[in-house]
């Protein structure tokens, strides 16, 4: 079974507003990552946050983690109709030493408006 | 090469036919994922390599499906006997330490069984 679950679904804004995705977990994590679909091809890694970070920074993107509640947010500000994709969570699993494999959650389809 | 790299591109194949999906991962990264994305879903775990370390079969839906890596190189996803349930974008990642650091992905294998 999938381990994380995205909230919500799909998600519509117009431009210059900031988008919110929420993703839960399960399991013990390593770590917590962000990625960026287009196109339902490759995807593109956008942000990793540590189990022992609670908040992290990259250009327009915050990621907060809470591992007592076992969740996650993205927030994009001041998006832009570039921003429109698909993005999903993924939790680095807990597996011998320092390495796992990596989960993912269902996705947030973002729509941006110009 | 400069990125994960999967063939082919696009693959249409008989019920019944096998298949044979290849990824040839970054140079020097260590752990390979393979995943399944069935039309606007997530992406579905299959099989994770990590160094010479026995992989991670968990993700694999049936016995008609099997992956082989050589070394920490090429990899092959077969499917056997292929179903119409089995059309999907197979997706192949490669990371440098598992899940401890960001993976890298190809653009996908779109397969449709017909």
């Known amino acids: 079974s999938q381990q994380g679950e995205e909230d919500p679904q799909a998600l519509s804004i117009q431009e210059g507003e900031n988008a919110t995705m929420n993703c839960s977990y399960k399991?013990?994590?390593?770590?917590l990552q962000w990625y960026r679909q287009n196109s339902g091809r490759g995807l593109v890694h956008l942000i990793l946050?540590?189990?022992?970070?609670r908040e992290k920074h990259s250009g327009r993107l915050r990621v907060t983690l809470d591992t007592s509640k076992k969740s996650s947010s993205l927030l994009i500000t001041a998006s832009r109709a570039a921003d429109t994709a698909s993005y999903f969570c993924?939790?680095?699993?807990?597996?011998?030493?320092?390495?796992?494999?990596?989960?993912f959650g269902q996705g947030t389809t973002l729509q941006v408006k110009p | 090469g400069a990125g994960v790299s999967q063939s082919p591109s696009n693959k249409v194949t008989e019920k019944g036919k096998d298949v044979e999906l290849r990824c040839d991962p970054i140079?020097?990264?260590?752990?390979l994922y393979w995943y399944r994305q069935r039309l606007g879903q997530g992406l579905e775990f299959l099989i994770y390599?990590?160094?010479?370390?026995?992989?991670?079969k968990s993700g694999l839906p049936s016995d008609r499906f099997s992956a082989e890596r050589t070394g920490e190189s090429v990899s092959t996803l077969t499917i056997q006997r292929t179903q119409q349930e089995d059309s999907a974008v197979y997706l192949c990642?490669?990371?440098?330490?598992?899940?401890?650091?960001?993976?890298?992905f190809g653009q996908g294998t779109r397969l449709t069984v017909v």
């Open positions: 990642a490669s990371s440098f330490a598992g899940s401890s650091t960001e993976a890298f």
């Open positions: 399991t013990s994590i390593n770590n």
């Open positions: 946050i540590r189990s022992n970070e």
């Open positions: 993924a939790t680095g699993i807990k597996g011998s030493g320092n390495t796992g494999k990596l989960i």
């Open positions: 140079s020097g990264h260590t752990a």
């Open positions: 390599f990590q160094g010479n370390s026995a992989p991670d």
